[in-house]
């Protein structure tokens, strides 16, 4: 059995954002996805997620929910880019 990273204290929440959602994202954020940081496919992350969701495509937007001592928890978006 492999490790899971998601288990790990220190590896924020990541959740696949449905296809369907992602303009109202992007809207809300007054943003392209061009302009979001980057998760590379080969991410040990997106290997679990896949796992869960099943294929993930170059393109996609992963929502990552981090812990935060100041303001209780903030939420970010990266796209899926090729390795």
């Not at 303009?23 to 992350?45: H, M, Q, T, W, Y």
């Not at 997620?49 to 100041?70: A, D, F």
Request: charged residues 35%; hydrophobic residues 40%.
């Amino acid at each position: 059995m492999r490790f899971n990273v998601l288990e790990h204290e220190l590896v924020p929440e990541h959740y696949l954002v449905p296809a369907e959602e992602e303009d109202k994202i992007l809207k809300e954020l007054g943003a392209k996805k061009e302009n979001l940081p980057k998760i590379r496919k080969s991410d040990p992350v997106l290997r679990i997620l896949e796992r869960n969701y099943g294929h993930i495509p170059i393109g996609s937007l992963i929502k990552i929910v981090r812990k935060s001592p100041t303001a209780g928890r903030i939420v970010v978006y990266r796209v899926v880019v090729r390795d």
